[in-house]
């Protein structure tokens, strides 16, 4: 198994739909408490433990995935109520070298769980043309609502397989 994409890459070739839509939906909502449930007694040595060599540990990844989808969801707003607009980048290798991501991870639980939970729920709610509403990414160009929701569900279950596949290489 590549350490670095447990769950390989994403991509998706087939026909957009409703159906795969709402997967993804519901795949983005229930990330939360399957985030909780792996790490639930977890000890500080293990959420300190890296997912692979020169990779983040688990601390940092449960804190990547909240700074990650904090601004996934702010970029879903922008696109929704501006015109494509010019979205902001950041470097996240340097923001997993700041001081909060030390912290204890019930912060970033608590806040991905509260985030899910509105970023669904709007999602549940964009008619077919705001599923083809768009912002501009610097490095990756024009990105469609429809897509990104994907990269998104992908985006969890990604961080989530690095945590799980720790766990059970390490008999956790």
């Known amino acids: 198994m590549d350490l670095r994409y447990p769950i390989g890459t994403f991509q998706f070739e087939g026909e957009m739909s409703r159906e795969v839509i709402s997967e993804w939906i519901r795949e983005i909502e229930e990330l939360p408490g399957l985030l909780k449930e792996a790490v639930k007694g977890l000890d500080e040595n293990q959420l300190n433990t890296p997912y692979r060599s020169d990779g983040w540990t688990v601390r940092q990844v449960i804190h990547h995935l909240a700074d990650s989808h904090m601004n996934a969801y702010i970029r879903l707003k922008l ?3 501006e015109d494509s607009p010019v979205v902001k980048t950041y470097d996240e ?3 997993a070298e700041l ?5 204890s991870v019930g912060s970033s639980l608590m806040l991905l769980e509260g985030l899910h939970a509105r970023w669904a729920a709007l999602l549940r709610n ?3 043309s705001d599923l083809k ?3 501009t990414h610097p490095e990756l160009g024009e990105v469609l609502i429809h897509n990104n929701i994907g990269m998104y569900a992908w985006h969890g279950r990604h961080h989530l397989a690095h945590i799980t596949s720790l766990l059970e290489r390490k008999g956790w």
Do not use: E, V
């Not at 001081?99 to 912290?103: L, S």
């Open 79 to 81: 696109a929704l109520t």
């Open 93 to 95: 290798t340097k923001w």
């Open 99 to 103: 001081a909060d991501y030390q912290f």
């Open 126 to 128: 964009l008619s077919p």
């Open 133 to 135: 509403k768009t912002f």
